[in-house]
């Protein structure tokens, strides 16, 4: 039973991590219709930028986290402008391939500034563990769970109540209309970019938290696809509720099985999916047929 | 794109000829003696290179058949090679089998497993596809690295080198013969297949599926059959690495590897074979001169030396970045490009 507990409690913080890279990778597709392959090493950017903004600069962690904020916006705005804009209308294989080429710039210059060697993240979340109900359970965990859970929630106001969120869910639903009745589809394509690179660098402050301050950050960003195709890939509510299934998948299987088939079990369930409801559990049913 | 004006056709051969003008035919004799005079040349060092750029080609030109020419993303041409690689290893070594029918073996058994990843492609496309097989690349890596009964696990299988006719393939050079030889088959072979009904249909369903099928064409046979063609030819570039390079471990079958070879189509231009052999020379040549070029300047700049692997990352993904933006029908385009601009000439067009 504690056992269970337990792997519940890691696997809902992994979810709630997952959860937040995804709903960035959900808001560009959704806006834009881009798949962003990159998704992962805007996590990287983000945790590496709060660590040298901590570390190297001395800075307070939210004065860090503001300029890795920053940063990060400023690299999405740039990716949008000028990698993404000139191939609207290509066909999909293009785009996938540029945000490929573009997820090995970021992994580079990265590499490059801070190298390989693993760090750990200076402890500004609280670490240590907590009994509830007699259950250790690690408190950064609790913490991951909870910050995720309050930017989640943000996210999602913004959508339903901000003038802006309602322009992104008007241009998702038509470009042209979106258009007729007054939305600038450019401004609201690097809003959507900007909002991505937002709750990547938090998914990535609370990764590196968990986790050290290293390349393996970005494989976060991979495991991205399960969840998405899974929650469907246009549905902000799929990916919260995918990052929890696919994250309690991934702890139990590691706790219970083992062998090393918590790596491969996301894409299993990747290709259930595939074969029998490509839209996912809360995406739109728009699957073109042949 | 403008074509050689005088040239018209007598006869049904000279028709359905390859090469029609003799300037095509020069070209094509000037290459094969580079090609024939290459390995007595090159220094050791770049004879491997020469040797990787023959496997590379072999996969590529695979590739490109489905995605190029099909348009069907694939992410999982990096497993598929270890498919290829492991069967033909394995069989070898534990089953005392001939190289040559290892690797055919191994062809055939590629082919299967990429038709049976390609089997979503009957019902998903674009994006859905790249989800399905890059599934497929986690999965099968994740048998090469965990099953150890069969592939040794983490472990590297090493292979003894074969014999060919009595001639003990060791060294660059006795391979180069092999690979460019191989190589030349396939890069014919792909050239005449989308002369035939087969490479057409491939065309057509890449075009425009719904057209396709409104054709007559049955596009979920020919899309699985696209899958095992490109799979097949895959697998073989993963034998020939197996047997080439002695040893097969999984760390040579990632996902890195996958992209590499999506870059070298997107280099050398989609749906085109010569472009896939322009884009497969790039790919490997480019990473091997940066890494002469770092050893040249080891002594002078060490930060640039050290740093090496780094930049050679932001390189392959500008190179990526900047073909699609600029160039993004690749080499093979640049090529034509050049022609145009020398046919032509004094005039623009």
Do not use: C
Request: proline share 3%; no cysteine.
């Amino acid at each position: 039973m504690e056992t269970f507990i337990q792997l519940t409690v890691t696997g809902l913080a992994n979810g709630a991590i997952l959860a937040l890279a995804a709903l960035g990778f959900v808001i560009i597709f959704k806006a834009t219709g881009v798949i962003n392959f990159a998704q992962g090493y805007f996590l990287l950017v983000g945790a590496y930028v709060v660590w040298a903004g901590i570390v190297d600069f001395g800075m307070h962690w939210s004065l860090a986290i503001l300029v890795a904020l920053v940063v990060a916006v400023l690299v999405a705005l740039t990716t949008e402008r000028f990698v993404l804009r000139p191939l609207v209308g290509e066909n999909v294989i293009s785009v996938i391939m540029v945000t490929i080429g573009l997820a090995f710039i970021l992994q580079g210059i990265v590499q490059f500034i801070w190298g390989t060697e693993p760090r750990s993240m200076p402890a500004f979340i609280p670490r240590g563990t907590v009994a509830v109900l007699g259950v250790p359970l690690s408190l950064n965990r609790i913490w991951a769970m909870l910050l995720a859970g309050a930017i989640l929630a943000a996210l999602t106001l913004f959508f339903q109540r901000s003038r802006h969120g309602i322009a992104m869910r008007a241009v998702a639903d038509d470009q042209q209309a979106a258009m007729v009745v007054g939305i600038s589809v450019r401004r609201v394509f690097a809003l959507a970019w900007a909002l991505a690179a937002v709750s990547a660098v938090f998914a990535g402050i609370i990764v590196a938290n968990l986790f050290g301050v290293s390349g393996e950050v970005a494989v976060f960003g991979l495991l991205v696809f399960p969840v998405v195709i899974l929650g469907g890939l246009d549905s902000v509510p799929g990916a919260m509720i995918a990052g929890a299934i696919i994250g309690l998948l991934i702890t139990f299987t590691a706790g219970y099985v083992g062998g090393g088939l918590q790596q491969v079990i996301p894409y299993v369930v990747l290709v259930l999916i595939l074969l029998f409801r490509p839209y996912g559990l809360f995406g739109e049913v728009r699957i073109e047929r042949v | 794109m403008a074509t050689a004006t005088g040239v018209y056709h007598t006869s049904y051969e000279a028709d359905l000829a390859l090469r029609t003008t003799r300037a095509e035919w020069i070209r094509l004799a000037l290459l094969f003696v580079a090609v024939i005079v290459a390995p007595f040349v090159l220094s050791p060092f770049w004879l491997t290179v020469a040797n990787q750029i023959g496997i590379a080609i072999i996969g590529a030109v695979g590739l490109n058949i489905l995605t190029g020419h099909t348009g069907l993303i694939s992410l999982g041409t990096g497993a598929f090679l270890g498919v290829g690689a492991y069967t033909s290893a394995i069989l070898v070594t534990r089953f005392d089998v001939p190289t040559l029918v290892a690797i055919i073996i191994a062809v055939a058994m590629t082919a299967a497993i990429g038709t049976f990843f390609g089997l979503p492609s009957l019902r998903l496309k674009g994006l859905y596809l790249a989800m399905a097989t890059l599934a497929a690349q986690f999965i099968l890596l994740f048998a090469f690295r965990n099953w150890e009964f069969v592939t040794g696990g983490l472990d590297a299988i090493v292979v003894p080198s074969p014999e060919l006719f009595g001639w003990a393939l060791q060294t660059d050079f006795a391979w180069y013969w092999v690979i460019f030889g191989t190589a030349a088959l396939v890069v014919f072979g792909a050239r005449n297949l989308f002369r035939t009904g087969l490479g057409r249909a491939f065309h057509a369903i890449r075009d425009q599926d719904i057209a396709a099928a409104v054709m007559g064409i049955d596009v979920g046979r020919y899309k699985l059959l696209s899958f095992a063609i490109s799979s097949a030819l895959v697998g073989l570039a993963g034998a020939l690495t197996a047997h080439y390079r002695t040893i097969v471990t999984w760390e040579r079958f990632t996902l890195d590897v996958s992209v590499l070879y999506l870059a070298m189509i997107i280099v050398g231009g989609l749906g085109s074979v010569a472009g896939s052999v322009y884009g497969a020379t790039f790919m490997t040549v480019l990473p091997a001169a940066i890494q002469q070029f770092a050893r040249n300047v080891r002594d002078t700049l060490p930060v640039l030396a050290r740093e090496m692997p780094a930049i050679q990352l932001v390189v392959f993904g500008l190179v990526i970045v900047l073909f699609l933006l600029f160039e993004p029908r690749g080499l093979d385009r640049t090529w034509q490009r050049v022609k145009d601009f020398f046919r032509l000439w004094p005039f623009r067009y």
